[in-house]
Nanobody
Framework: QLQLVESGGGLVQPGGSLRLSCVASGFYLDTYVIGWIRQAPGKEREGVSCISSSDGSTYYADSVKGRFTISRDNAQNTVYLQMNSLKPDDTAVYYC??????????????????WGQGTQVTVSS
């Protein structure tokens, strides 16, 4: 069975950092496009970042460029999202998701096939 399990969320002050983890089971993560998507209260889901399975290219929303970094560890079948310089507007539930496609571009939210359960990130002083 295909499954994604997220962890690493929590409460952090503005300017702080968190690292989210997404562990895949039932499939090899490096054969899928993996993305991070967030949903703030009262807002639509927003694509944050993704990493291509074809060439390893990474893509970021303008709102997080220079602050967030997506990476993968194939040996651990895990994708990470390192979040630095966090802002209150980053507060959201963060999901990892997988797409069974080989494209190399910034995937839209609708293109993902499998989703994790989400992990809460709260940025507040």
């Amino acid at each position: 069975q295909l499954q994604l399990v997220e962890s690493g969320g929590g409460l952090v002050q503005p300017g702080g950092s968190l690292r989210l983890s997404c562990v895949a089971s039932g499939f090899y993560l490096d054969t899928y496009v993996i993305g991070w998507i967030r949903q703030a209260p009262g807002k639509e889901r927003e694509g944050v970042s993704c990493i291509s399975s074809s060439d390893g290219s990474t893509y970021y929303a303008d709102s997080v460029k220079g602050r967030f970094t997506i990476s993968r560890d194939n040996a651990q079948n895990t994708v990470y999202l390192q979040m630095n310089s966090l802002k209150p507007d980053d507060t959201a539930v963060y999901y990892c998701a997988a797409a069974y496609y080989s494209g190399s571009y910034f995937y839209s939210v609708a293109e993902y096939d499998y989703w994790g359960q989400g992990t809460q990130v709260t940025v507040s002083s």
